[in-house]
């Protein structure tokens, strides 16, 4: 039985074509991104006031960076069901 193709093959094969990454480096790549763009925003702002507070950053440089990036930060979509999702591609 053949493996299952990874959901994101699309973007492996670009990443293989555009850079010199081999394809089983571009699937750690893309993992590793997306892990990274999972967080959870509460995950998220926890663990970077632990970063910048050992840079010895304070609340109030912190939470206002903080504030920053979350602004520009991408977010997770939400689980959609099938009827969901013929609505948005039928409306």
């Known amino acids: 039985m053949p493996a299952s193709p ?9 990443l293989t074509r555009t850079t010199p990454l081999a394809p089983g480096e571009a ?5 590793e991104v997306l892990a990274y763009f999972s967080e ?3 995950e998220y702002v926890r663990r970077r006031h632990g970063e910048l507070q ?4 304070t609340n109030e440089k912190i939470f206002a ?3 920053a990036e979350l602004a520009a930060r991408r977010v997770a979509a939400p689980e959609l069901s099938t009827r969901q999702l ?3 591609v039928y409306g």
């Open 6 to 14: 990874h959901p994101h093959e699309d973007l492996l094969a670009h």
């Open 65 to 67: 960076r903080l504030g």
């Open 40 to 42: 959870s925003t509460e």
């Open 54 to 57: 050992a840079r010895g950053l």
């Open 86 to 88: 013929r609505r948005i």
């Open 27 to 31: 699937a750690r790549v893309v993992a």
